[in-house]
């Protein structure tokens, strides 16, 4: 079984533009350092209906990689040693797993809401998608949701893709798409990364790096502190807030995010990329597979050729 309405429309991979990222980018497994790697792990496992993949120690630290069948969707590193999750700092606001089906969804969103470790945060209908809400343990936003067919979005006149936040009943939604079979097998519902919501100091700032920069096009910008932004028409593979990070300069080194990682179809997109990082005057690390840059807040972000196995994530 795969997921079959994706953030990206493979099908129609347009040539390499100049300063656009490729219709086929994606997003990939996202990197959380964490203060107690058995609870987390714990978490996003039972919670999550994730499995432990594979692991490595590196430098001291011990790297941890859990997804679903062979697919990657989040890797810890433990850390005890940094400072907690700062709400008002810039880094992570959530991250959006993305699932094929409402039975999929709803099955996951019961794993969470039963777990004693959860910390329900609510739930929205946003016109595109239908999305649940939670924190983990150690203070990470968590997004679980599910797109409507991309027949169903709408768009304003000048072309932004119209979303809301409109109220949605969770135990309505479990009443009417929690299947028993599902539950007792969510571990096999595929999922993926859908996309990363990122806190930091000023939009401005955010979009001259991740849309200027990065090659990302914004896709809802009039909603007040926020910018949503995508590639291949998708309603959002990256957003940037400052709801509570409002004027937040480098993050110092902590616990929370430690990656973003997005997918690319090829190397001539990364020269494309790379060509763009340079005429920014930005530093970067290229390794011929994948190209790393930090944003103005500290936050590392990789973008690489296709998919990481699971071996590329716990090398990332």
Do not use: C
């Not at 992570?92 to 794993?111: I, P």
């Not at 999305?131 to 936003?141: H, K």
Request: proline fraction near 5%.
């Amino acid at each position: 079984m795969t997921v079959t309405d994706t953030p990206t429309d493979t099908t129609a991979s347009p040539a390499v533009n100049d300063t656009t990222l490729s219709a086929a980018t994606g997003m990939d497994a996202v990197t959380l350092r964490v203060g107690d790697l058995e609870e987390m792990s714990n978490y996003y496992s039972n919670a999550l209906a994730m499995e432990p993949l594979e692991e490595t120690s590196r430098d001291g630290e011990v790297h941890r990689v859990l997804g679903r069948g062979t697919t990657p969707l989040v890797k810890l590193v433990a850390t005890p040693g940094l400072p907690g999750v700062d709400p008002k700092q810039a880094g992570l606001f959530h991250t959006a797993f993305l699932f094929d089906d409402k039975e999929a969804l709803a099955a996951t969103v019961a794993h969470a809401a039963q777990n004693t470790n959860s910390t329900f945060v609510g739930s929205s209908d946003h016109l595109v998608s239908q999305a649940f809400y939670f924190t983990d343990p150690e203070g990470n936003g968590i997004e679980l949701y599910v797109d409507r067919a991309r027949s169903e979005w709408t768009h304003s006149i000048d072309g932004e893709v119209q979303m809301d936040s409109i109220h949605l009943d969770p135990n309505r939604f479990l009443e009417r798409h929690l299947n028993q079979d599902v539950l007792a097998n969510t571990v096999a519902e595929p999922g993926i990364v859908g996309h990363v919501h990122l806190q930091v100091g000023n939009i401005p700032q955010a979009r001259e790096f991740y849309v200027d920069a990065l090659g990302f096009e914004p896709s809802l910008s009039s909603m007040p502190g926020v910018l949503f932004a995508a590639a291949g028409g998708y309603h959002h593979h990256v957003a940037m807030n400052t709801w509570n990070s409002r004027g937040a300069g480098p993050r110092a080194a902590s616990l929370g995010l430690g990656d973003v990682a997005i997918t690319v179809p090829g190397r001539e997109d990364l020269d494309a990329l790379v060509a763009r990082l340079r005429a920014h005057s930005l530093d970067f690390a290229d390794d011929g597979r994948s190209v790393r840059v930090v944003d103005p807040w500290g936050t590392q972000v990789t973008l690489a050729i296709g998919t990481s196995s699971i071996d590329e994530t716990l090398a990332r």
